[in-house]
T-cell receptor
Framework: SQQGEEDPQALSIQEGENATMNCSYKTSINNLQWYRQNSGRGLVHLILIRSNEREKHSGRLRVTLDTSKKSSSLLITASRAADTASYFC???????????FGTGTRLTIIP | GAVVSQHPSWVICKSGTSVKIECRSL??????MFWYRQFPKQSLMLMAT?????????EQGVEKDKFLINHASLTLSTLTVTSAHPEDSSFYIC??????????????FGPGTRLTVT
């Protein structure tokens, strides 16, 4: 499968600052999802945005989707030490359950 | 929320032996389950799609005779790594898909199994 790309690969910021991660993908999609993974653990689902949506919020998370540019961004506001993790975007195509994951961004929040 | 379990959470085995990993959806029925492999500091790579009652569909480059998948029921899929070698050491994660409205699916991920082959 063709993986999407995320940038930056790694990001370190001070606690309280905002963190922005970007995801680009290659094919037409039905949905795009963001996941968090703590080191050595499974994935936690954060948010799903459909292809006909442009922006979605969930608590301190804000996701945007630009299907014309085949890209999405995840913004975490007022970051906390507990936000330290790897973040992955994943896309699926219409009628297909398979997810294609991006390369991931390793986020480190410095207390 | 939906819960997916994996067992064991970690396993160490000797080269040449086989290891079975179980994936269970605890509170919903999953017609489709997925198996992923993840190397350190890398993303998840889909290995195969497992459908209840039928043969698994493997991604290109994944040896189906080495990674045996059985989806015996709507809540259980197993991955057996046969004749394991040190290069099979990895983090294996399963997920179970639940249908949403509008031909969408949400995947719920298990906590992963760390396999170390010595």
């Amino acid at each position: 499968s063709q993986q999407g790309e995320e940038d930056p690969q790694a990001l370190s910021i001070q606690e309280g600052e905002n963190a922005t991660m970007n995801c680009s993908y290659k094919t037409s999609i039905n949905n795009l999802q963001w996941y968090r993974q703590n080191s050595g653990r499974g994935l936690v689902h954060l948010i799903l945005i459909r292809s006909n949506e442009r922006e979605k919020h969930s608590g301190r998370l804000r996701v945007t989707l630009d299907t014309s540019k085949k890209s999405s961004s995840l913004l975490i506001t007022a970051s906390r030490a507990a936000d330290t993790a790897s973040y992955f975007c994943a896309t699926d195509e219409y009628g297909n359950e398979k997810l294609t994951f991006g390369t991931g961004t390793r986020l480190t929040i410095i207390p | 929320g939906a819960v997916v379990s994996q067992h064991p959470s970690w396993v160490i085995c000797k080269s040449g032996t086989s290891v079975k990993i179980e994936c269970r959806s605890l509170d919903f029925q999953a017609t489709t389950m997925f198996w992923y492999r993840q190397f350190p500091k890398q993303s998840l790579m889909l290995m195969a799609t497992s459908n209840e009652g039928s043969k698994a569909t493997y991604e290109q480059g994944v040896e189906k005779d080495k990674f045996l998948i059985n989806h015996a029921s709507l809540t259980l899929s197993t991955l057996t790594v046969t004749s394991a070698h040190p290069e099979d050491s990895s983090f294996y994660i399963c997920s179970a898909a639940r249908a949403l409205a509008g031909y969408s699916y949400e995947q719920y991920f298990g906590p992963g199994t760390r396999l170390t082959v010595t």
